[in-house]
Protein backbone atom coordinates (compact mmCIF):
# COMPACT_ATOMS: atom_id res chain seq x y z
CA UNK A 1 0.00 0.00 0.00
CA UNK A 2 1.37 3.06 -1.05
CA UNK A 3 1.91 5.41 1.33
CA UNK A 4 -0.09 9.67 1.34
CA UNK A 5 2.82 11.61 2.91
CA UNK A 6 0.32 14.52 2.58
CA UNK A 7 -1.35 12.98 5.41
CA UNK A 8 1.27 13.02 8.00
CA UNK A 9 2.12 16.24 10.08
CA UNK A 10 5.60 17.69 9.01
CA UNK A 11 5.52 20.14 12.10
CA UNK A 12 4.01 18.14 14.79
CA UNK A 13 4.31 14.42 14.04
CA UNK A 14 7.42 11.96 14.08
CA UNK A 15 6.90 9.64 11.25
CA UNK A 16 9.03 12.20 8.83
CA UNK A 17 11.92 12.47 11.39
CA UNK A 18 14.28 10.20 10.49
CA UNK A 19 13.59 10.30 6.53
CA UNK A 20 11.72 13.72 4.98
CA UNK A 21 12.55 13.02 1.90
CA UNK A 22 9.78 11.17 0.09
CA UNK A 23 7.41 13.82 1.51
CA UNK A 24 9.28 16.84 0.29
CA UNK A 25 9.02 14.94 -3.60
CA UNK A 26 5.79 14.12 -2.96
CA UNK A 27 4.97 18.16 -2.26
CA UNK A 28 7.17 18.85 -5.35
CA UNK A 29 5.36 16.91 -7.32
CA UNK A 30 2.11 18.36 -6.68
CA UNK A 31 4.08 21.52 -7.01
CA UNK A 32 7.52 23.19 -5.89
CA UNK A 33 5.24 25.92 -3.76
CA UNK A 34 2.09 24.37 -2.33
CA UNK A 35 0.36 24.45 1.37
CA UNK A 36 0.99 21.35 3.71
CA UNK A 37 -2.04 19.69 4.84
CA UNK A 38 -1.92 20.48 8.62
CA UNK A 39 -0.52 23.90 9.53
CA UNK A 40 -1.42 26.51 6.76
CA UNK A 41 2.61 26.60 5.69
CA UNK A 42 3.52 27.16 1.84
CA UNK A 43 6.37 24.85 0.93
CA UNK A 44 8.67 25.90 -0.93
CA UNK A 45 10.85 22.53 -2.32
CA UNK A 46 12.05 23.91 -6.04
CA UNK A 47 15.51 25.03 -6.51
CA UNK A 48 14.47 28.13 -7.81
CA UNK A 49 11.35 28.91 -6.49
CA UNK A 50 13.79 29.03 -2.97
CA UNK A 51 15.55 31.82 -4.44
CA UNK A 52 12.96 34.29 -5.58
CA UNK A 53 11.54 33.82 -1.66
CA UNK A 54 15.37 34.34 -0.45
CA UNK A 55 15.95 36.89 -2.66
CA UNK A 56 13.13 39.08 -2.06
CA UNK A 57 12.82 41.37 1.29
CA UNK A 58 10.48 43.35 -0.49
CA UNK A 59 7.73 40.70 -0.44
CA UNK A 60 9.05 38.32 2.12
CA UNK A 61 10.14 39.48 5.86
CA UNK A 62 12.14 37.02 8.30
CA UNK A 63 10.55 38.26 11.82
CA UNK A 64 9.50 34.54 11.75
CA UNK A 65 12.21 32.60 10.36
CA UNK A 66 13.17 30.29 13.05
CA UNK A 67 9.95 29.45 14.53
CA UNK A 68 7.17 29.23 11.76
CA UNK A 69 4.01 28.40 12.50
CA UNK A 70 4.10 28.10 15.89
CA UNK A 71 3.32 30.45 17.17
CA UNK A 72 3.09 32.97 13.78
CA UNK A 73 2.50 36.34 13.62
CA UNK A 74 0.34 37.42 16.16
CA UNK A 75 -2.35 39.62 14.44
CA UNK A 76 -3.81 38.90 11.03
CA UNK A 77 -2.00 40.80 7.89
CA UNK A 78 -5.01 40.43 5.86
CA UNK A 79 -5.76 43.85 3.93
CA UNK A 80 -3.18 45.53 6.20
CA UNK A 81 -1.32 48.66 3.77
CA UNK A 82 2.02 49.33 5.87
CA UNK A 83 2.66 45.37 7.29
CA UNK A 84 6.57 47.08 7.80
CA UNK A 85 5.21 49.21 10.56
CA UNK A 86 2.79 46.30 11.33
CA UNK A 87 5.56 44.25 11.90
CA UNK A 88 7.67 46.52 14.07
CA UNK A 89 4.87 46.72 16.14
CA UNK A 90 4.78 43.40 17.58
CA UNK A 91 8.22 42.05 16.90
CA UNK A 92 9.02 42.13 20.71
CA UNK A 93 6.12 39.51 20.99
CA UNK A 94 8.21 36.89 18.59
CA UNK A 95 10.17 34.54 20.17
CA UNK A 96 13.89 34.92 19.16
CA UNK A 97 13.11 38.49 17.90
CA UNK A 98 16.47 40.04 18.81
CA UNK A 99 18.37 37.54 16.86
CA UNK A 100 19.78 37.94 13.39
CA UNK A 101 18.23 35.60 11.79
CA UNK A 102 14.85 37.21 12.12
CA UNK A 103 15.58 40.61 11.78
CA UNK A 104 14.90 42.83 8.36
CA UNK A 105 16.74 45.31 6.48
CA UNK A 106 18.23 48.00 7.37
CA UNK A 107 18.26 46.97 11.22
CA UNK A 108 19.34 43.61 9.44
CA UNK A 109 22.47 45.34 7.52
CA UNK A 110 23.43 47.06 10.51
CA UNK A 111 23.71 44.46 12.64
CA UNK A 112 25.44 42.03 10.42
CA UNK A 113 28.09 44.45 9.43
CA UNK A 114 28.74 43.93 12.98
CA UNK A 115 29.20 40.46 12.87
CA UNK A 116 31.06 40.65 10.20
CA UNK A 117 33.25 42.91 11.69
CA UNK A 118 33.97 39.80 14.36
CA UNK A 119 34.42 37.10 11.19
CA UNK A 120 37.02 38.99 9.07
CA UNK A 121 39.33 37.26 7.06
CA UNK A 122 42.36 37.50 8.85
CA UNK A 123 40.42 36.85 11.86
CA UNK A 124 39.09 33.18 10.51
CA UNK A 125 42.67 32.56 8.89
CA UNK A 126 44.00 32.76 12.76
CA UNK A 127 41.14 30.74 14.11
CA UNK A 128 41.70 28.23 11.51
CA UNK A 129 45.50 27.74 12.30
CA UNK A 130 43.86 26.89 15.42
CA UNK A 131 41.70 24.45 14.46
CA UNK A 132 44.30 22.16 14.06
CA UNK A 133 45.99 21.69 17.23
CA UNK A 134 42.40 21.63 18.73
CA UNK A 135 41.57 18.91 16.09
CA UNK A 136 44.30 16.78 17.47
CA UNK A 137 44.00 17.99 20.98
CA UNK A 138 40.81 16.17 21.34
CA UNK A 139 41.52 13.14 18.83
CA UNK A 140 44.21 12.11 20.98
CA UNK A 141 41.61 11.57 23.78
CA UNK A 142 38.90 10.54 21.47
CA UNK A 143 40.80 8.07 19.44
CA UNK A 144 41.91 5.47 22.61
CA UNK A 145 38.17 6.01 24.08
CA UNK A 146 35.76 2.63 23.85
CA UNK A 147 32.53 2.90 22.63
CA UNK A 148 32.60 6.43 21.97
CA UNK A 149 30.13 9.14 20.08
CA UNK A 150 31.87 10.72 17.93
CA UNK A 151 28.89 13.57 17.70
CA UNK A 152 29.44 13.86 21.96
CA UNK A 153 32.95 13.26 22.39
CA UNK A 154 34.46 14.74 19.26
CA UNK A 155 32.38 17.02 16.53
CA UNK A 156 30.58 18.82 19.45
CA UNK A 157 33.43 19.36 21.84
CA UNK A 158 35.57 20.60 18.19
CA UNK A 159 33.39 23.04 16.89
CA UNK A 160 32.40 24.80 20.55
CA UNK A 161 36.34 25.09 21.02
CA UNK A 162 36.73 26.95 17.45
CA UNK A 163 34.17 28.95 17.78
CA UNK A 164 35.00 30.36 21.41
CA UNK A 165 38.17 31.07 20.16
CA UNK A 166 37.24 33.05 17.16
CA UNK A 167 35.16 34.99 19.26
CA UNK A 168 38.16 35.06 22.15
CA UNK A 169 36.69 33.43 24.99
CA UNK A 170 39.44 32.94 27.55
CA UNK A 171 40.55 29.57 27.83
CA UNK A 172 39.65 29.61 31.79
CA UNK A 173 35.81 30.15 30.57
CA UNK A 174 35.74 27.38 27.44
CA UNK A 175 35.40 24.71 29.57
CA UNK A 176 32.15 26.18 31.16
CA UNK A 177 31.17 26.81 27.75
CA UNK A 178 30.93 23.06 26.99
CA UNK A 179 29.99 22.05 29.92
CA UNK A 180 26.67 24.86 30.20
CA UNK A 181 25.49 24.00 26.28
CA UNK A 182 25.99 20.58 26.38
CA UNK A 183 23.53 19.93 29.53
CA UNK A 184 21.27 22.75 28.22
CA UNK A 185 20.74 21.45 25.13
CA UNK A 186 20.44 17.68 26.39
CA UNK A 187 17.60 19.04 28.94
CA UNK A 188 15.90 21.03 26.89
CA UNK A 189 16.06 19.68 23.49
CA UNK A 190 16.72 21.09 20.21
CA UNK A 191 15.18 24.24 18.20
CA UNK A 192 11.91 23.75 16.36
CA UNK A 193 11.01 20.38 18.10
CA UNK A 194 7.90 18.58 16.98
CA UNK A 195 6.66 17.82 20.37
CA UNK A 196 5.14 21.41 20.02
CA UNK A 197 6.95 22.97 22.87
CA UNK A 198 7.53 26.49 22.66
CA UNK A 199 10.75 27.85 21.61
CA UNK A 200 12.83 29.10 24.09
CA UNK A 201 16.27 31.39 24.57
CA UNK A 202 18.10 29.10 26.74
CA UNK A 203 20.80 28.53 26.18
CA UNK A 204 21.20 31.72 24.80
CA UNK A 205 20.70 33.54 28.28
CA UNK A 206 23.45 31.75 29.01
CA UNK A 207 25.69 33.50 26.33
CA UNK A 208 24.25 36.87 26.90
CA UNK A 209 25.41 36.74 30.43
CA UNK A 210 28.66 36.00 29.42
CA UNK A 211 29.25 38.08 26.57
CA UNK A 212 27.56 41.35 28.43
CA UNK A 213 30.56 41.02 30.79
CA UNK A 214 33.08 40.52 28.17
CA UNK A 215 32.16 43.42 26.31
CA UNK A 216 31.66 45.76 29.70
CA UNK A 217 35.17 44.95 30.78
CA UNK A 218 36.32 45.64 27.42
CA UNK A 219 34.93 48.51 26.93
CA UNK A 220 36.13 49.99 29.88
CA UNK A 221 39.50 48.29 30.06
CA UNK A 222 40.47 47.88 26.51
CA UNK A 223 43.00 45.18 25.17
CA UNK A 224 44.83 44.25 21.89
CA UNK A 225 42.52 41.07 21.54
CA UNK A 226 39.32 39.70 19.75
CA UNK A 227 37.05 40.78 22.80
CA UNK A 228 37.93 44.31 22.15
CA UNK A 229 37.81 44.08 18.62
CA UNK A 230 34.20 42.91 19.19
CA UNK A 231 33.38 45.69 21.64
CA UNK A 232 34.69 48.76 19.86
CA UNK A 233 32.82 47.33 16.62
CA UNK A 234 30.81 50.00 15.21
CA UNK A 235 27.61 50.03 12.89
CA UNK A 236 27.94 50.95 8.87
CA UNK A 237 27.62 55.01 10.03
CA UNK A 238 30.26 54.59 12.40
CA UNK A 239 27.74 54.67 15.77
CA UNK A 240 28.87 52.23 18.38
CA UNK A 241 26.22 49.69 19.02
CA UNK A 242 24.83 48.98 22.44
CA UNK A 243 26.58 46.55 24.35
CA UNK A 244 23.43 43.98 23.96
CA UNK A 245 23.30 44.83 20.09
CA UNK A 246 27.13 43.27 20.11
CA UNK A 247 26.40 40.71 22.52
CA UNK A 248 22.96 39.64 20.36
CA UNK A 249 25.27 38.92 17.45
CA UNK A 250 28.31 36.92 19.33
CA UNK A 251 25.71 35.03 20.95
CA UNK A 252 23.87 33.95 17.96
CA UNK A 253 27.07 33.42 15.87
CA UNK A 254 28.13 30.97 18.74
CA UNK A 255 24.78 28.97 19.14
CA UNK A 256 23.38 29.04 15.73
CA UNK A 257 26.95 28.46 13.88
CA UNK A 258 27.93 25.65 16.37
CA UNK A 259 25.13 23.44 16.40
CA UNK A 260 25.11 23.58 12.40
CA UNK A 261 28.27 22.44 12.07
CA UNK A 262 27.97 19.59 14.34
CA UNK A 263 25.22 18.55 11.96
CA UNK A 264 27.36 18.94 8.98
CA UNK A 265 30.20 16.82 10.66
CA UNK A 266 27.61 14.31 11.85
CA UNK A 267 25.78 13.15 8.48
CA UNK A 268 29.42 13.51 6.37
CA UNK A 269 31.43 11.05 9.12
CA UNK A 270 28.36 8.86 8.68
CA UNK A 271 28.84 8.93 4.68
CA UNK A 272 32.34 8.36 5.23
CA UNK A 273 32.00 5.40 7.81
CA UNK A 274 29.10 4.05 5.61
CA UNK A 275 30.87 4.41 2.15
CA UNK A 276 34.32 2.72 2.33
CA UNK A 277 34.90 3.99 -1.61
CA UNK A 278 34.41 7.42 -0.97
CA UNK A 279 36.85 7.25 2.24
CA UNK A 280 39.16 5.70 0.16
CA UNK A 281 38.44 8.35 -2.88
CA UNK A 282 39.25 10.94 0.04
CA UNK A 283 42.07 9.56 1.59
CA UNK A 284 43.85 9.35 -1.66
CA UNK A 285 43.52 12.89 -1.83
CA UNK A 286 42.77 15.40 0.91
CA UNK A 287 41.64 18.07 -2.02
CA UNK A 288 39.13 16.14 -2.98
CA UNK A 289 37.35 16.90 0.72
CA UNK A 290 36.25 20.40 0.23
CA UNK A 291 33.72 19.34 -2.67
CA UNK A 292 33.04 16.30 -0.35
CA UNK A 293 31.65 18.43 2.55
CA UNK A 294 29.53 20.76 -0.22
CA UNK A 295 27.62 17.39 -1.51
CA UNK A 296 27.54 16.35 2.61
CA UNK A 297 25.75 19.57 2.72
CA UNK A 298 23.38 19.31 -0.60
CA UNK A 299 22.70 15.60 0.33
CA UNK A 300 21.63 16.28 4.10
CA UNK A 301 21.25 20.12 5.02
CA UNK A 302 21.83 21.05 8.22
CA UNK A 303 18.81 23.64 8.35
CA UNK A 304 16.02 21.84 6.71
CA UNK A 305 14.56 25.58 6.12
CA UNK A 306 13.76 28.50 6.57
CA UNK A 307 10.58 30.56 7.18
CA UNK A 308 9.09 34.02 6.00
CA UNK A 309 6.18 35.86 6.17
CA UNK A 310 4.74 37.00 2.95
CA UNK A 311 3.91 40.90 3.17
CA UNK A 312 1.73 41.10 0.01
CA UNK A 313 -0.59 39.06 -2.35
CA UNK A 314 2.01 37.32 -4.19
CA UNK A 315 3.15 34.63 -6.31
CA UNK A 316 6.14 32.10 -6.36
CA UNK A 317 7.24 30.18 -9.10
CA UNK A 318 3.06 30.96 -11.04
CA UNK A 319 1.63 29.91 -7.50
CA UNK A 320 -0.21 32.34 -4.79
CA UNK A 321 1.24 33.42 -1.83
CA UNK A 322 -1.56 35.65 0.24
CA UNK A 323 -0.69 38.46 2.41
CA UNK A 324 0.13 37.20 6.05
CA UNK A 325 0.88 33.45 4.74
CA UNK A 326 3.83 31.44 6.41
CA UNK A 327 6.37 30.21 3.97
CA UNK A 328 9.00 27.99 4.51
CA UNK A 329 11.67 27.56 1.74
CA UNK A 330 12.91 23.75 2.56
CA UNK A 331 16.33 24.24 2.04
CA UNK A 332 16.70 20.18 2.05
CA UNK A 333 14.02 19.86 -0.68
CA UNK A 334 15.50 22.58 -2.99
CA UNK A 335 18.90 20.93 -2.62
CA UNK A 336 17.59 17.68 -4.01
CA UNK A 337 15.16 18.88 -6.94
CA UNK A 338 16.04 17.30 -9.93
CA UNK A 339 15.64 20.12 -12.59
CA UNK A 340 18.76 21.82 -10.75
CA UNK A 341 20.68 18.87 -9.59
CA UNK A 342 21.13 15.54 -11.55
CA UNK A 343 20.54 12.35 -10.08
CA UNK A 344 20.02 14.23 -6.84
CA UNK A 345 19.60 11.37 -4.46
CA UNK A 346 23.07 9.85 -5.43
CA UNK A 347 26.08 11.09 -3.13
CA UNK A 348 28.55 12.21 -5.92
CA UNK A 349 31.42 13.33 -4.06
CA UNK A 350 32.75 14.99 -7.01
CA UNK A 351 29.39 16.62 -8.02
CA UNK A 352 30.50 19.95 -10.57
CA UNK A 353 27.66 21.92 -9.07
CA UNK A 354 27.55 20.53 -5.66
CA UNK A 355 28.12 24.12 -3.83
CA UNK A 356 24.94 25.18 -5.72
CA UNK A 357 23.78 24.26 -2.95
CA UNK A 358 21.65 26.67 -0.93
CA UNK A 359 22.28 25.19 2.75
CA UNK A 360 23.31 28.40 3.34
CA UNK A 361 20.59 30.12 2.55
CA UNK A 362 21.09 33.11 -0.15
CA UNK A 363 20.37 36.49 0.05
CA UNK A 364 20.93 39.01 2.14
CA UNK A 365 20.42 36.27 5.53
CA UNK A 366 22.97 33.92 3.83
CA UNK A 367 24.72 32.35 7.00
CA UNK A 368 27.98 34.73 6.95
CA UNK A 369 29.40 31.59 9.05
CA UNK A 370 29.43 29.97 6.10
CA UNK A 371 33.35 30.20 5.32
CA UNK A 372 33.74 29.13 9.05
CA UNK A 373 31.76 26.22 8.99
CA UNK A 374 33.59 24.84 5.78
CA UNK A 375 36.37 25.12 7.40
CA UNK A 376 35.76 23.61 10.72
CA UNK A 377 34.25 20.46 8.62
CA UNK A 378 37.54 20.63 6.23
CA UNK A 379 40.15 20.61 9.57
CA UNK A 380 37.86 17.84 10.96
CA UNK A 381 37.61 15.50 8.80
CA UNK A 382 41.29 15.81 7.51
CA UNK A 383 43.01 15.09 10.55
CA UNK A 384 40.61 12.47 11.43
CA UNK A 385 41.29 10.69 8.23
CA UNK A 386 45.23 11.42 8.77
CA UNK A 387 45.34 9.65 11.96
CA UNK A 388 43.33 6.73 10.87
CA UNK A 389 43.34 3.66 8.43
CA UNK A 390 39.59 3.24 8.11
CA UNK A 391 36.08 4.04 9.89
CA UNK A 392 33.47 1.80 9.96
CA UNK A 393 30.06 2.21 11.68
CA UNK A 394 29.95 0.29 14.80
CA UNK A 395 26.98 -2.44 14.22
CA UNK A 396 26.63 -3.22 18.30
CA UNK A 397 24.99 0.20 17.58
CA UNK A 398 23.37 1.16 14.82
CA UNK A 399 22.77 -2.50 13.41
CA UNK A 400 24.30 -4.03 10.30
CA UNK A 401 24.20 -2.66 6.41
CA UNK A 402 20.65 -3.95 5.95
CA UNK A 403 19.00 -2.99 9.07
CA UNK A 404 20.77 0.40 10.18
CA UNK A 405 19.03 2.34 12.93
CA UNK A 406 19.69 5.91 13.54
CA UNK A 407 18.40 8.52 15.36
CA UNK A 408 17.61 11.60 14.56
CA UNK A 409 17.19 15.16 15.83
CA UNK A 410 13.31 15.10 16.64
CA UNK A 411 12.85 19.01 14.72
CA UNK A 412 11.31 20.83 11.83
CA UNK A 413 14.38 23.03 11.27
CA UNK A 414 17.36 21.12 12.07
CA UNK A 415 18.61 17.65 10.34
CA UNK A 416 21.30 15.53 12.08
CA UNK A 417 22.12 12.55 13.93
CA UNK A 418 21.89 12.70 17.73
CA UNK A 419 24.73 10.45 18.23
CA UNK A 420 27.18 8.31 16.08
CA UNK A 421 29.46 5.03 17.23
CA UNK A 422 31.83 3.69 15.05
CA UNK A 423 34.75 1.71 14.99
CA UNK A 424 37.81 3.19 13.93
CA UNK A 425 41.33 1.40 13.25
CA UNK A 426 43.85 3.84 14.43
CA UNK A 427 46.75 4.69 11.44
CA UNK A 428 50.12 3.16 12.12
CA UNK A 429 51.98 5.87 13.73
CA UNK A 430 48.97 6.41 16.25
CA UNK A 431 49.40 2.58 16.89
CA UNK A 432 53.07 2.41 17.65
Known sequence: ???????????????????????????????????????????????????????DVERFSSCISVTGPFPGFPVSLEGVEDVDALIAEHRDKLPMSDQLPTMDPPMHTGHRAVLMRLITPKRLKENEEAMWSIADR????????????????????FTLYVIADLLGVPADDQEEFLNKLQREKHSRGAVGSTDGEDLQHAPIEFLYTKFSGYIDDRRANPRNDVLTSMATAT??????PEVMDVVRVAANLFSAGQETTVRLLSSALRTLAERPDIQQYLREDTSRIQNFIEESLRMESPVKGDFRLAKVDTEVGGAEVSQGSVVMVINAAANRDPRRFDDPTTFDPAR??????????????????????????????????????????????HGPADA?????????????????????????AEAR
Request: proline share 5%; with cysteine.
Open 352 to 397: SNARAHVAFGRGVHSCPGAPLARAEARVAIERLLQRTADLRINENR
Open 235 to 240: FPDGST
Open 404 to 428: RTFSYLPTFILRGLNELYLDIDVAE
Open 1 to 55: MVKNFQDLDFFLGQELVDDPYPYFDSLREVCPVTKENHHDVTMVTGYEEALEVYN
Open 138 to 157: LLDEFLVMEDADIIRDFAGP
